[in-house]
Antibody, heavy 118, light 113 residues
Framework: EVQLVESGGGLVQPGGSLRLSCAAS????????VNWVRQAPGKGLEWLSY????????HYADSVRGRFTVSRDNAKSSLYLQMNGLGVEDTAVYYC???????????WGQGTLVTVSS | DVVMTQSPLSLPVTLGQPASISCRSS???????????LAWFQQRPGQSPRRLIY???NRDSGVPDRFSGSGSGTDFTLKISRVEAEDVGVYYC??????????FGQGTRLEIK
């Protein structure tokens, strides 16, 4: 069974940093591109970042470029999101996602809540 | 960036009745490879999003056949032939034809009348 489990969320002050992790299991992590998506409380879905299998190709949304850094460790079947310079607008549930339009399925974690507040 | 516009944003439906959600993109979603990378997701209350439909009309495994997707170019539709109580939630369309960025519609909240 494909599983994605995010962790690392919590309460952080404005201007602070946080590192999210996503542990993958049930599939060969090193064979799939993966993404981060977030959802602010009561709001819609916002794509944040994409990282390819080898980490050679990385993309960011304009809203996080220069502040967030995505990375992966295929040996550990893990995806990461380093978030710096956090603002209240970054308060959201953060999801890791395998596949959006793949015929082999789209898999989302349960999400981890990041709250930016003083 | 491709803007995805859904309507309606709120959809009250009587149990057993059909429902339809529209999604329009600001430019054609036909990729140069000939495919149209438009998907629909359902998010039940308190849950993560779940994909229902990919490439406009392909239903995911385990998705009831009362859900169907159609459309082309810039106009797409998700239809539920007979709404059931478990269908309550928010529905999102999403495009991956012209990316980055990947873009989602605003979401349509389906509720039971």
């Amino acid at each position: 069974e494909v599983q994605l489990v995010e962790s690392g969320g919590g309460l952080v002050q404005p201007g602070g940093s946080l590192r999210l992790s996503c542990a993958a299991s049930g599939f060969t992590f090193s064979s799939y591109n993966v993404n981060w998506v977030r959802q602010a409380p009561g709001k819609g879905l916002e794509w944040l970042s994409y990282i390819s299998i080898t980490s050679k190709t990385i993309h960011y949304a304009d809203s996080v470029r220069g502040r967030f850094t995505v990375s992966r460790d295929n040996a550990k079947s893990s995806l990461y999101l380093q978030m710096n310079g956090l603002g209240v607008e970054d308060t959201a549930v953060y999801y890791c996602v395998r596949g959006f339009i793949s015929s082999s399925g789209s898999y989302w974690g349960q999400g981890t809540l990041v709250t930016v507040s003083s | 960036d491709v803007v995805m516009t859904q309507s309606p944003l709120s959809l009250p439906v009587t149990l057993g009745q059909p429902a339809s959600i529209s999604c329009r993109s600001s430019q054609s979603l036909v990729h140069t490879d000939g495919n149209t990378y438009l998907a629909w997701f359902q998010q039940r209350p308190g849950q993560s999003p779940r994909r229902l439909i990919y490439n406009v009309s392909n239903r995911d495994s385990g998705v009831p056949d009362r859900f169907s997707g159609s459309g082309s170019g810039t106009d797409f539709t998700l239809k539920i032939s007979r709404v059931e109580a478990e269908d309550v939630g928010v529905y999102y369309c999403m495009q991956v034809t012209h990316w980055p960025p990947i873009t989602f519609g605003q979401g349509t909240r389906l509720e039971i009348k």
